[in-house]
């Protein structure tokens, strides 16, 4: 008999283990919003995973309708569950499993803008840390 739950088995018609739940970091690494399973989960240990506006788990449910917000690889992605997987899919197949909803991500001039010190100035000083912040703060 197959698993529902894990969606695996001879039960899946689709083979793409579609069921009514998925566990939120399967369900990332499923979709590709991260390359491996593991650095999903290391995402949700780490805070970097929130499920409605509160920290997810690696194990917590994810359902149709839940807003996932995922910090990864410098930006945020705001996406929105249309279809949870459990099994890895093919890019097509990921992109009709969510809606994103994120922001633009920032150009490579933006990303590059923020982290330029010269070279050889040493640590910042508590003055120099306080103007770089600032000027996060206004970007935002």
């Known amino acids: 008999?197959?698993?529902e739950a894990t969606g695996t088995g001879a039960g899946?018609?689709?083979?793409?283990?579609?069921?009514?739940s998925a566990r939120v970091?399967?369900?990332?690494?499923?979709?590709?919003?991260?390359?491996?399973?593991?650095?999903?989960?290391?995402?949700c240990r780490a805070g970097?995973?929130?499920?409605?506006?509160?920290r997810a788990k690696p194990a917590q449910v994810v359902r149709a309708g839940d807003e996932v917000r995922l910090f990864h690889a410098g930006r945020?992605?705001?996406?929105?569950?249309?279809?949870?997987?459990?099994?890895?899919?093919?890019?097509?197949?990921?992109?009709?499993?969510f809606v994103d909803n994120s922001p633009p991500a920032p150009t490579r001039i933006e990303a590059?803008?923020?982290?330029v010190r010269d070279r050889?100035?040493?640590r910042p000083t508590k003055r120099d840390r306080r103007e770089i912040e600032?000027?996060?703060?206004?970007?935002?």
């Open 76 to 97: 945020e992605r705001i996406v929105v569950v249309k279809r949870p997987v459990t099994k890895r899919v093919g890019a097509p197949v990921a992109a009709e499993c």
């Open 134 to 140: 600032s000027l996060r703060a206004r970007g935002r």
């Open 25 to 43: 970091d399967a369900w990332i690494w499923s979709v590709r919003l991260t390359k491996t399973r593991s650095v999903a989960a290391t995402a």
């Open 120 to 122: 050889g100035t040493g």
């Open 112 to 115: 590059e803008v923020v982290g």
């Open 1 to 3: 008999m197959a698993d």
């Open 12 to 20: 899946t018609a689709t083979g793409t283990g579609t069921t009514g």
């Open 48 to 54: 970097h995973v929130k499920v409605n506006g509160e």
